[in-house]
């Protein structure tokens, strides 16, 4: 190894005593420090870039399609083994980068997948074998609201943690590359990249990181400079063309494994070997060093620095015990082991067709995104019940079924009709306790063995709305929850189907069909779901009155209105809703839910404004219980959404959640679609004569 560096003049003599060595180094040290901070205070002359890199770095990568110039592009040399409009496609078909915000994907703190999108710096490269790229992270918003980097990066970020780990296990790494718009709009190309992408992501191939070190950042438009890690990858196939090079030049750039080799040197200051990875000459690359990004050459500007050549052509192999996973997933098959809603079939595929990647929307199975027209029909199978109760064992343990009750919370019981019910009233916020007491509550009913298992019970119930979704009769899909059509649009994670009169439920949810043309379990469910709703009213309104209770009227009235919509939502294994309200404007005081299925946990807390402190769980929770098969919720009290906000978790494979709401016609200003809403909502006569009850007997274990 070379031990001599091209360190300034004035430190790289030759031959010298130790005390004059140390002299030496003191003074340049003292030199580098004195050079470093006023390096970092005066801007340093701006890059020379294209225009339409310019463009690209002046909007952070982003671009705007209808203003940004027009470029020519190559065709590239081939097509991309996967690509996608839309981001959470992407991230839902592969399983090496689902990383639905941020560049890295990394699964125990183990980099697995990286973005390359239209953020990207100066010195950036994509060849055919070599990807040179920074770690990223640890920016923050500048005074025009844009992000940038305001201090020399850490080592402690979880980015530069990931790649370094990834870079000791020689992990493989999948690496996508985003778009830079082009001025058309839906056509993008990445600024690295001198050919046309028709797709906003396009997967490239598996590298492995062979280098990673620190350097001083290009000037950046606040004319400051910090030192920020890099990263140079190799495709850990050297042999098949990169079809992300332009055609006719798929030679370029390729090189075999010690072919070529970048030389390092060892720094006289800190002692530590660096690669001389630069065309301006060699420099110390260890961030503490007093030298360190000192070139030996004068007039060296940071902002046009080029990589060496030597160090872009070098290859080394690629050896480890990393498993090298298919860069294009198989289409999952639903062996006999499986039901079909097991967390494998949630997921998302690559069209074989078009190679295009496509979220599982609908219950019944994946069509393409692209419009290619394949279609992968796989309807899931019944979940028998001995399933359900091995899952509500494992889910529950030695937990109770209330086992989270802030001490604020009052309660009561009750036996009705073959269930054992529990109401929650739940406070009013701190600053309004002397306005009322209470100002809504929770009931739950839980339904006896007897309920569950007798004929036409919960548990055929739970078979029949299994077959209606299997075979079509009621037609669940996942619906956008923001972003509607644009590259980061995001699903919900359940799947839903509304009947009856419209609701929103914060994402558009189309309406099947209204009750009258609605198929027998939604309607069997409408009916035990209104007897809950009236009773549980006239539950809390008795004990209300007879304990002297301190509680809204307003929000609480005394009265119930029947129900006139179904929500059904279908959730998979790993399946959940977040935290939110029900508070629309249009919606009366009542929300009914029956479960059937899997067990869940549902979760209230209060509102980060209500006040709520020193609650019984973290984070604001108040009230926490299981929610098993055949399990009712009842929400009373319009004021519980304005405080208060909600969450479910499922814990199994297969539930549904049907839930049932009172829209107000009045509220809904369109009169053809309030007209809608009162026709779909009205209940038919046959139903009315068959209407639930509750049981005909009283509670049995």
Request: net charge positive; charged share 25%.
């Amino acid at each position: 190894m070379d031990l001599l560096s091209d360190l300034p003049a004035d430190t790289s003599a030759g031959q010298t005593s130790n005390r004059t060595q140390k002299k030496r180094k003191a003074s340049s040290g003292q030199k580098a420090d004195s050079s470093r901070k006023k390096q970092k205070a005066q801007p340093l002359p701006p890059c020379t870039r294209t225009r339409a890199k310019k463009k690209a770095q002046s909007t952070d990568g982003e671009g705007d399609p209808e203003h940004a110039p027009e470029v020519s592009l190559a065709l590239p040399a081939g097509l991309p083994p996967i690509s996608s409009n839309i981001r959470a496609a992407l991230c839902d078909s592969i399983q090496y980068w689902r990383a639905h915000q941020g560049g890295i994907q990394s699964k125990d703190k183990v980099a697995t997948g990286m973005l390359l999108n239209g953020k990207t710096t100066p010195r950036d490269i994509v060849g055919a074998q070599v990807i040179v790229t920074t770690v990223g992270g640890g920016l923050k918003s500048g005074s025009d609201g844009k992000h940038i980097r305001v201090e020399d990066q850490s080592d402690e970020g979880k980015n530069y943690i990931a790649l370094t780990n990834a870079m000791t296990l020689r992990q493989p790494i999948g690496i996508i590359v985003g778009k830079q718009s082009l001025g058309k709009k839906d056509k993008y190309a990445n600024n690295l990249l001198g050919v046309k992408l028709d797709y906003h992501y396009n997967v490239l191939d598996f590298f492995f990181i062979t280098d990673m070190w620190s350097e001083r950042q290009p000037t950046q438009r606040d004319g400051t400079s910090f030192m920020h890690y890099a990263i140079r990858l190799q495709r850990i196939d050297l042999y098949s063309t990169a079809w992300w090079v332009p055609q006719g030049h798929e030679r370029d750039g390729m090189h075999a494994i010690d072919e070529v080799s970048c030389r390092k040197r060892t720094c006289l200051f800190c002692n530590s070997p660096s690669k001389e990875i630069f065309k301006e000459g060699w420099c110390c690359l260890v961030p503490t060093c007093p030298t360190f990004f000192f070139f030996s050459k004068p007039d060296v500007n940071i902002n046009t620095l080029q990589y060496n050549e030597e160090f872009l052509n070098e290859r080394v192999e690629w050896n480890s015990k990393r498993e090298l996973p298919s860069l294009v997933p198989k289409i999952p098959s639903l062996g006999p082991e499986y039901y079909g809603s097991e967390a494998l079939f949630k997921g998302g595929i690559i069209c074989p067709t078009c190679k295009f990647a496509s979220r599982r929307i609908s219950w019944e199975g994946w069509r393409c995104e692209k419009g290619c027209g394949f279609k992968l029909p796989m309807p899931p199978r019944d979940v028998p019940m001995v399933v359900i109760h091995h899952e509500v064992k494992k889910a529950m343990g030695k937990k109770t079924k209330f086992y989270e009750i802030d001490p604020r919370i009052a309660l009561a019981e009750h036996n009705v009709a073959g269930y054992k019910v529990t109401s929650f009233y739940l406070p009013n916020t701190p600053e309004n306790l002397h306005e009322a007491e209470f100002i809504g509550s929770v009931t739950v009913f839980r339904p006896t063995k007897y309920t569950l298992e007798r004929k036409g019970g919960l548990d055929d119930l739970f078979y029949e709305m299994q077959r209606a979704t299997r075979v079509g009769d009621v037609r669940l899909q996942r619906n956008p929850a923001f972003c509607r059509g644009s590259h980061k649009e995001e699903l919900t994670s359940h799947f839903s189907c509304n009947m009856g009169a419209d609701y929103k439920f914060g994402v558009v949810v189309e309406t099947s069909n209204g009750f009258e043309t609605a198929p027998d379990p939604v309607m069997k469910a409408l009916s035990r779901l209104t007897w809950s709703g009236a009773t549980a009213v006239a539950l809390t309104a008795d004990h209300i009155a007879e304990k002297g209770l301190s509680v809204d009227s307003v929000s609480m009235p005394n009265q119930f209105v029947d129900f006139n919509e179904q929500l059904m939502l279908g959730y998979f294994e790993g399946s959940q809703i977040s935290y939110h309200d029900d508070g629309e404007k249009e919606l009366g005081p009542t929300v009914a839910t029956l479960s059937l299925g899997s067990p869940s946990v549902m979760r209230f807390r209060g509102k980060k404004k209500s006040g709520f402190e020193n609650t019984v769980a973290a984070g604001n929770v108040m009230l926490s219980f299981f929610l098993e098969h055949g399990d009712i919720v009842i929400m009373h009290g319009t004021k519980i959404h304005k405080h208060y906000e909600h969450a479910v978790n499922a814990a199994g494979i297969r539930r549904y959640a049907l839930t049932c709401r009172y829209i107000r016609p009045e509220m809904i200003p369109d009169p053809k679609r309030r007209e809608k809403a009162i026709a779909n909502g009205k209940v038919p006569l046959y139903w009315q004569k068959q209407a639930y009850t509750g049981e005909a007997t009283d509670i049995r274990d």
